[in-house]
């Protein structure tokens, strides 16, 4: 399933572009993720823990850099995992391009996910919800984690892992989806010509 979500960064367009040549501190800006291992070569092993209700859900697996424009400031990252326990596979290919925006830098992500097993049983509706939850948060600390990086503080500090807490994206991805339910049955209806 294709997901395209998209989201501003009070920051240069340039200085974000930078920041994203640091995968690790970039990684941990995403509730959840966490890398564990640099295998060279713009490849890495990680991991991915969310929480959505009553399953929980944790992907070991790799990720790989496969393509960085500097001059369209496109990144391109394949990465897939396998829940630790046997229930499910992820796949998916991340797109990520930045441009200038009035209040610094627009960031137009891309998702070509492939899930199986129990993520799967969410339905297309809740994950794109949950991964707009996501990628706003994301949002949010890449904002501050660039904020920190200026004041010089340390690496430590900067790649502290924020885990997906369960209970608060699926709440927000609840109200997301009951938001298209009442625009679906109150929107009006656009008059068709006779």
């Known amino acids: 399933m294709l997901i395209r979500n998209q989201f501003e960064v009070a920051q240069p367009v340039d200085k974000v572009w930078r920041f994203f040549d640091d ?5 941990t800006c995403l509730p959840g993720a966490e890398l564990t291992e640099d295998l060279g070569d713009e490849r890495y092993r990680g991991r991915v823990s969310i ?7 944790r992907f070991d697996g790799l990720a790989a850099i496969t393509e960085r424009d500097d001059d369209a400031r496109r ?8 829940d630790e326990r046997g229930r499910g596979q992820a796949a998916m290919i991340v797109s990520a391009r930045l441009a200038r925006a009035a209040s610094g830098t627009r960031v137009d992500v891309d ?16 994950i794109s919800d949950v991964s707009s939850v996501l990628m706003r948060e994301f949002a949010v ?10 004041r010089g503080e340390t690496g430590e ?7 997906a807490r369960g209970f608060t994206i699926g709440l927000q991805a609840t109200l997301m989806a009951l938001k ?10 656009p008059s068709t010509p006779a």
């Open 141 to 150: 600390n890449l904002q501050d984690a660039i904020a920190r990086a200026e």
């Open 23 to 27: 995968v690790p501190a970039v990684a």
């Open 75 to 82: 990144i391109v990252v394949d990465a897939s995992g396998a």
């Open 51 to 57: 929480r959505m209700g009553p399953v929980s859900l």
């Open 157 to 163: 500090s900067r790649h502290a892992a924020a885990p």
């Open 111 to 126: 998702q070509d996910l492939q899930v199986s097993g129990a993520a799967a049983q969410y339905g297309r509706g809740m």
């Open 180 to 189: 298209r339910v009442f625009r679906r049955f109150f929107a009006p209806y």
